[in-house]
């Protein structure tokens, strides 16, 4: 069985980061591509970052380069998203995404607020 669960979002202030992670299991981990999106109600999902099972990863947004980083463990099958600089307008739910599985996370909120 395909389980991705996130985990990591909070209350920070702005300025302030955090580490989302996404701990897998049921597939093949270090051989697929890994995925986070954001969401804020009422709108579509947003792809912020991919890292493929090798090579380059890619922040997919200006608004978040040099604020995000994604990388993976292959020995803990865990996908990581690190933010930094957040911004009020960074408070969404964040989900990792297996596009070879088509399988989602259930999401974690992150909240950025003084």
């Known amino acids: 069985q395909v389980r991705l669960v996130e985990s990591g979002g909070g209350l920070v202030q702005p300025g302030g980061s955090l580490r989302l992670s996404c701990a897998t299991s049921?597939?093949?981990?270090?051989?697929?591509?890994m995925r986070w999106y954001r969401q804020t109600p009422g709108k579509e999902r947003e792809l912020v970052a991919t890292?493929?099972?090798?090579?380059?990863?890619?922040i997919h947004a200006d608004s978040m380069k040099g604020r995000f980083t994604i990388s993976r463990d292959n020995a803990k099958s865990t996908v990581y998203l690190q933010m930094d600089s957040l911004k009020p307008e960074d408070t969404v739910v964040y989900y990792c995404?297996?596009?070879?599985?088509?399988?989602w996370g259930q999401g974690t909120q992150v909240t950025v607020s003084s």
């Open positions: 049921g597939f093949p981990f270090s051989s697929y591509a």
């Open positions: 995404y297996c596009p070879t599985r088509n399988a």
């Open positions: 890292i493929p099972s090798a090579g380059e990863s890619t």
